[in-house]
């Protein structure tokens, strides 16, 4: 019943979102704010990840074929595909429940234990147009991040492929555009929307909604990430069902 | 003028108001008193329209809230100003940010005019210099008054204050209780304060309404506090040694 409840409510939040804008000179402001905390303060350690995790899906790649008669361009080939199709859309963007999910679902919830929220009502604000629209805004410029992840981590397989020997440079560029569908791509994003939306809204509930101090907000903080990683791996599995097969 | 007239207000199956019927006045102090979790703060948030009761209407120089349209309900609320328990300032503003908030959101100024405004109520608050600061890095008597400003700035009808000296030292508590005191006279506003400090009692309570498990037990004013029989209040005023002393002086004075 209490899931259910949950659920209603999650929507509800979301049609209120779209309700009683807030003035856009004060609005503009709280988006280029939750740009900067949200995508710029990301770019870092996704960066980061991105290329190691791209050299050990290259190593681990390189490795698993000892067979001479497969083609050394494969190399390049898989490692390209697993970094577009899974592990840039799906993989970073848990790891951004953690990050950014965590932080929203704080934000909120600190300023739902200290009253501002119910100061903002007061004066008549629709706060959760207020708080949850900006970073809905924010994260439409997800895909530029997940971006940034395709390419660092084609490049970081690069870097460990030449680097440790398994291919020569030509064999792992030829293998990245090896039989290059373009759908892939479109799929790839169209995740990637689907979970920008999850990890601005999930991660928002959960902040406006909880009750309590604190120790609440701590704990809400991971209630939010393990549900949003929950939706996404969920949503993950539907829309590959949807798309690919 | 706030008319209350048999207010209930239950969260799941726990009443909290239990039909409180009162009338606030214009210009002056209002106090509402009672023990820790007697529903004050339920009964204030009600008021603002941040509950809406199940029973009973408020009434706003006229204007029964339950009657009116969204629209008006909006208008409504920019009248009024409300100073939180923990003061709710927004830790990502500076103080001056804070105070203009409300001018930005609901004004058409020119962000002089709204600076003017600003330095204006600060002053007024004794918070002239502190423009720049963060919440963060004012004292908690500060904060109060940065959310006493935050409440005026846009000239409201109606101010609504939750404990605004509670946690305070006996001295910054006065000033804060005289500042709202004369707030309310000079712009002549229905004030409604929240409060378990017999100090702000004796200082400012003009009206005082006692309430007790969410019913009205009593109300007088500060004339009449010390005179009266009713047990829940005399239970409550004399907690204190020093109100016992007080009490005896009285009694000493008309015999
Ligand atoms: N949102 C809520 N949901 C459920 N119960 C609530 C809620 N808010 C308050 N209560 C309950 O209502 C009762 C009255 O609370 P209230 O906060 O009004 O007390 P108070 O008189 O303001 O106390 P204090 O002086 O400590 O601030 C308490 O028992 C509290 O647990
Ligand atoms: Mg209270």
Redesign the pocket.
């Given at each position: 019943m209490s899931y259910l409840h949950s659920i209603g409510q999650y929507f509800l939040m979301i049609k209120a979102m779209f309700h009683k804008p807030t003035k856009w000179s004060v609005m503009r402001h709280l988006i280029f704010k939750d740009i900067d905390d949200l995508i710029i303060n990301s770019i870092g350690i996704v960066s980061f990840i991105a290329f190691f995790v791209g050299g050990v899906v290259t190593i681990q790649t390189a490795l698993n074929m000892t067979n001479p008669l497969i083609p050394k361009t494969l190399v390049g080939f898989a490692t390209r595909q697993s970094v577009i199709l899974e592990f840039a859309p799906t993989f970073i963007s848990i790891i951004m429940a953690g990050k950014v999910g965590s932080f929203i679902t704080s934000s909120i919830g600190t300023m739902r234990v200290t009253e501002q929220i119910d100061a903002l009502e007061v004066m008549g604000i629709n706060a959760i147009n207020y708080l949850v629209f900006p970073k809905f805004v924010a994260l439409m410029l997800y895909p530029f991040i997940i971006s940034i992840a395709m390419f660092l981590g084609i490049l970081g397989g690069m870097a460990a492929c030449v680097f440790g020997g398994f291919a020569s440079l030509d064999d792992y560029i030829a293998g990245i555009q090896l039989d290059f569908i373009p759908f892939h791509m479109l799929y790839a994003f169209v995740k990637t929307f689907v979970f920008a939306f999850l990890l601005a809204t999930i991660p928002s509930y959960h902040g406006f909604f909880m009750t309590g101090g604190a120790l609440e907000v701590g704990k809400a903080s991971t209630t939010s990430f393990v549900w949003t990683s929950v939706a996404i791996i969920l949503l993950n599995y539907i829309l590959t069902q949807m798309m690919l097969s | 003028m706030i008319e209350v007239n048999d207010i209930h207000k239950s969260?799941g199956d726990?009443k909290?108001l239990k039909g409180i019927t009162t009338v606030f006045d214009k210009g002056k102090t209002n106090l509402i008193i009672?023990q820790?979790?007697?529903?004050?703060?339920?009964?204030l948030k009600t008021l603002l329209g941040l509950y809406t009761p199940e029973q009973g209407s408020i009434v706003y120089d006229g204007r029964n809230y339950s009657d009116l349209s969204s629209d008006e309900k909006s208008d409504l609320r920019a009248e009024m100003g409300m100073v939180f328990?923990g003061s709710a300032l927004f830790d990502s503003m500076t103080i001056a940010e804070n105070v203009m908030f409300p001018l930005r959101m609901f004004t058409k100024q020119s962000k002089s005019e709204m600076q003017d405004r600003v330095d204006l109520v600060l002053k007024r608050v004794n918070l002239g210099d502190a423009h720049k600061k963060l919440p963060s890095e004012a004292s908690g008597g500060m904060q109060k008054r940065v959310a006493i400003a935050r409440a005026i700035v846009n000239k409201p009808k109606y101010l609504f204050c939750d404990?605004p000296n509670s946690g305070l030292d006996p001295r910054t508590a006065t000033v804060i209780d005289n500042l709202i005191q004369e707030i309310t006279q000079e712009y002549d506003i229905t004030t409604i304060i929240?409060t378990?400090d017999m100090n702000s009692v004796m200082e400012i309570g003009e009206k005082i309404v006692f309430l007790k498990d969410g019913l009205k037990e009593w109300e007088g004013s500060n004339k009449n506090i010390f005179k009266t029989d009713n047990e829940a209040v005399t239970g409550f005023v004399y907690s204190s040694d020093l109100f016992k002393r007080v009490q005896k002086m009285y009694l000493e004075e008309d015999l």
């Amino acid at each position: 019943m209490s899931y259910l409840h949950s659920i209603g409510q999650y929507f509800l939040m979301i049609k209120a979102m779209f309700h009683k804008p807030t003035k856009w000179s004060v609005m503009r402001h709280l988006i280029f704010k939750d740009i900067d905390d949200l995508i710029i303060n990301s770019i870092g350690i996704v960066s980061f990840i991105a290329f190691f995790v791209g050299g050990v899906v290259t190593i681990q790649t390189a490795l698993n074929m000892t067979n001479p008669l497969i083609p050394k361009t494969l190399v390049g080939f898989a490692t390209r595909q697993s970094v577009i199709l899974e592990f840039a859309p799906t993989f970073i963007s848990i790891i951004m429940a953690g990050k950014v999910g965590s932080f929203i679902t704080s934000s909120i919830g600190t300023m739902r234990v200290t009253e501002q929220i119910d100061a903002l009502e007061v004066m008549g604000i629709n706060a959760i147009n207020y708080l949850v629209f900006p970073k809905f805004v924010a994260l439409m410029l997800y895909p530029f991040i997940i971006s940034i992840a395709m390419f660092l981590g084609i490049l970081g397989g690069m870097a460990a492929c030449v680097f440790g020997g398994f291919a020569s440079l030509d064999d792992y560029i030829a293998g990245i555009q090896l039989d290059f569908i373009p759908f892939h791509m479109l799929y790839a994003f169209v995740k990637t929307f689907v979970f920008a939306f999850l990890l601005a809204t999930i991660p928002s509930y959960h902040g406006f909604f909880m009750t309590g101090g604190a120790l609440e907000v701590g704990k809400a903080s991971t209630t939010s990430f393990v549900w949003t990683s929950v939706a996404i791996i969920l949503l993950n599995y539907i829309l590959t069902q949807m798309m690919l097969s | 003028m706030i008319e209350v007239n048999d207010i209930h207000k239950s969260f799941g199956d726990s009443k909290i108001l239990k039909g409180i019927t009162t009338v606030f006045d214009k210009g002056k102090t209002n106090l509402i008193i009672g023990q820790s979790g007697s529903g004050k703060t339920v009964f204030l948030k009600t008021l603002l329209g941040l509950y809406t009761p199940e029973q009973g209407s408020i009434v706003y120089d006229g204007r029964n809230y339950s009657d009116l349209s969204s629209d008006e309900k909006s208008d409504l609320r920019a009248e009024m100003g409300m100073v939180f328990q923990g003061s709710a300032l927004f830790d990502s503003m500076t103080i001056a940010e804070n105070v203009m908030f409300p001018l930005r959101m609901f004004t058409k100024q020119s962000k002089s005019e709204m600076q003017d405004r600003v330095d204006l109520v600060l002053k007024r608050v004794n918070l002239g210099d502190a423009h720049k600061k963060l919440p963060s890095e004012a004292s908690g008597g500060m904060q109060k008054r940065v959310a006493i400003a935050r409440a005026i700035v846009n000239k409201p009808k109606y101010l609504f204050c939750d404990e605004p000296n509670s946690g305070l030292d006996p001295r910054t508590a006065t000033v804060i209780d005289n500042l709202i005191q004369e707030i309310t006279q000079e712009y002549d506003i229905t004030t409604i304060i929240n409060t378990h400090d017999m100090n702000s009692v004796m200082e400012i309570g003009e009206k005082i309404v006692f309430l007790k498990d969410g019913l009205k037990e009593w109300e007088g004013s500060n004339k009449n506090i010390f005179k009266t029989d009713n047990e829940a209040v005399t239970g409550f005023v004399y907690s204190s040694d020093l109100f016992k002393r007080v009490q005896k002086m009285y009694l000493e004075e008309d015999l």
